[in-house]
């Protein structure tokens, strides 16, 4: 989507895809420290069913929030905190481009 010449990036929309939901980001709590967890143990933590489990998991992957790595048959998770940065890099030049600080001119979209 395109304001006056401002664009969101793809890091920065699926970023806020991602993280639409209070589910997933619940799930991402569980990820603080480095954690690599699986699908399984996520879904007991967070007491959902694996499919669903499997889906927020996959939707937080590609939005660039999560990392997966596997092994032999188990895929392990974990935060990725470059695309996780460049993401929120990104949606803060949006908005300082769209909606400046007080003392800055604006740009035309708020």
Known sequence: MTM???ELSDAARGFLKAMASETRQ???ELFVGGVELTVN???ERMSLAQSATSTHL???R???VLAS???WKTV???ADSARISKALSDLQATLNACCPPDDAPAAGCC
Do not use: K, P
Request: aromatic share 10%; no cysteine.
């Open 4 to 6: 006056d010449g401002i």
């Open 26 to 28: 619940q799930i991402m």
């Open 41 to 43: 143990e996520v879904a």
């Open 58 to 60: 996959a939707t937080l």
């Open 62 to 64: 590609d939005g660039g």
């Open 69 to 71: 790595r596997r092994e």
């Open 76 to 78: 392990y998770y974990r």
